[in-house]
């Protein structure tokens, strides 16, 4: 309820902000200036609302937002309409930002979708090619202006809210982030692996409409923490002796456990977005560090089980449900021995199937139907199984035709 409290009034508070704004904009553009009311910056209100939080916020803010500037106008129904319209365009540019130009791209959307508004209520209402020029140049002024001005405020907003958008993670993509230079450097192995898992959820992500981008920029950095002792773990080990030989099973899994501690260490150092860091312990919840324990268990010492548990917690949003089942899948298919797309398959429902049932998934949003969309079909498109089957280059086995 905390958690959900801090998101919730930073909300508000830019969102009444944002509102208050353009409505005394409109007030002192029209009627302290007499400008156009198409200069009222409506535009980047959407853009900026879309950014930071989703087009449905957005799109609600701009309905309360656009009718009482409407009022102000004196119940201005074709202002009402063509800001409508226009403020549309923009959510629809930007609602799934994946690059930077797409903030830009939409300038000429904006602008094609204020010549065909104006024209149309131009000639409905008779109004004459100087006044339907003047309006589509006060609009276009905004649409060219909005991309520079969104990009700063929604900056700005991110910077004294903590709120992380898109555009942040885009940054955080980059392999020349510091954090993933040092990971490709001292644990290849790692970074390969991470590369591969991000593969697997953004796929998973884009089967149950979860956040995809989000998804592959946690796999990216969930295993941040394995740069401390590198050695230690079997992705980075290439020949010679095993650092676990001369080591009691206590002290490997506490030594593999540590990797979430040291991950959390480092996402705070280099200043990574709490969104992201949380996929540091969650990836893991409070499983146990299977191969150890059993050992510990068939060498017949006694053996505390949460000396082998990591510390969790448990993923709480699909994107950290999502990783947790495709970090687990990477690792367990990478074991199987001459794998194929039934053995794969089956590997897959077994490590969902365990997730479920030690209650890993407990605090997760995932249903059944999207567990069973995460995990995909062969001959799909999205989930595991295809990438999987075009990793391990599988083909399916079709029956000949018959002659």
Request: some cysteine.
């Amino acid at each position: 309820k905390e958690n959900m409290k801090d998101k919730l009034i930073p909300s508000i508070i830019i969102i009444s902000f944002i509102i208050i704004f353009e409505i005394a904009a409109a007030y002192v553009l029209t009627q302290r200036f007499n400008f156009s009311e198409y200069l009222i910056p409506i535009i980047i209100a959407a853009m900026v609302l879309t950014i930071l939080f989703d087009f449905q916020i957005a799109f609600m803010s701009m309905v309360t937002t656009i009718l009482l500037i409407s009022i102000i106008l004196g119940n201005d129904f074709e202002y009402l309409t063509t800001s409508l319209f226009i403020s549309l365009v923009a959510i629809y540019s930007v609602k799934s930002l994946r690059r930077r130009s797409q903030l830009f791209k939409a300038i000429f959307a904006l602008i094609a979708s204020s010549i065909f508004i104006v024209i149309g209520h131009g000639f409905f209402l008779g109004y004459s090619i100087q006044d339907m020029v003047d309006n589509i140049i006060a609009l276009s002024f905004i649409a060219i202006i909005s991309p520079l001005i969104t990009y700063g405020l929604v900056g700005f907003f991110e910077s004294i809210f903590n709120i992380t958008t898109n555009l942040t993670l885009l940054e955080l993509l980059d392999f020349q982030h510091p954090l993933l230079k040092r990971l490709q450097k001292e644990a290849n192995g790692t970074f390969n692996h991470s590369i591969v898992v991000g593969n697997l959820a953004e796929s998973c992500a884009d089967a149950i409409g979860a956040n995809s981008l989000l998804c592959r920029v946690g796999a990216y950095y969930h295993d941040l923490g394995k740069m401390v002792r590198p050695e230690y773990y079997i992705e980075n080990q290439y020949g010679g002796d095993n650092k676990h030989d001369g080591l009691t099973s206590v002290m490997s899994a506490k030594i593999i456990k540590n990797h979430v501690i040291d991950g959390l260490k480092l996402a705070k150092e280099y200043g990574l977005p709490k969104k992201v860091s949380d996929f540091i312990p969650m990836h893991h919840g409070t499983t146990r560090v299977e191969y150890f324990y059993r050992t510990a268990v068939k060498s017949g010492e006694k053996v505390d089980e949460l000396q082998f548990c990591y510390p969790g917690p448990k993923p709480n949003t699909k994107e950290t449900g999502i990783l947790m089942i495709c970090e687990a899948v990477e690792a367990a298919v990478r074991s199987i021995k001459n794998p194929d797309i039934f053995k794969i398959e089956e590997m897959i429902s077994n490590i969902i199937d365990s997730r479920i049932a030690s209650r890993q998934l407990s605090d997760c949003p995932l249903t059944m139907d999207e567990l069973s969309k995460i995990k995909g079909k062969i001959d799909g498109s999205t989930g595991l199984l295809p990438v999987l089957r075009g990793i391990y280059h599988i083909r399916i086995e079709y029956p000949a035709p018959k002659i």
